[in-house]
């Protein structure tokens, strides 16, 4: 199993920006599709954008697609999550997943998670 560690979190203005990353160790990441997610007080957690293990082919949820971009470092074992344009509605722990299949991260049933990173997006 990968162990995942997310961090680039923060607190930022609204319409700023931010990146996070996912270190990956245990397993081959580079095997792995990867996925970014995010929960906020009170609400479910929900997906935002998963990337295939070679990374050419990504899918986003429609709240963030054109705002955020979903990348990887397979020679450093990384995974990043780009924000622009951040809301206040923004505001969440964001996470990331590992899973051989693309299929459970758009799901939301992966067989890694990390441990979380807070994002505090302020009007």
């Known amino acids: 199993q990968v162990q995942l560690v997310e961090s680039g979190g923060g607190l930022v203005q609204a319409g700023g920006s931010l990146r996070l990353s996912c270190a990956a160790s245990?397993?081959?990441?580079?095997?792995?599709?990867m996925g970014w997610f995010r929960q906020a007080p009170g609400k479910e957690r929900e997906f935002l954008a998963a990337i295939i293990r070679g990374g050419g082919s990504t899918r986003y949820a429609d709240s963030v697609k054109g705002r955020f971009t979903i990348s990887r470092d397979n020679t450093r074992n990384i995974g990043y999550l780009q924000m622009n344009s951040l809301k206040p509605e923004d505001t969440a722990v964001y996470y990331c997943?590992?899973?051989?299949?693309?299929?459970?991260?758009?799901?939301?049933?992966?067989?890694?998670w990390g441990q979380g990173t807070q994002v505090t997006v302020s009007s």
């Open positions: 997943a590992a899973d051989q299949s693309l299929h459970n991260l758009v799901v939301i049933a992966p067989d890694s």
């Open positions: 245990g397993r081959t990441f580079s095997s792995l599709a």
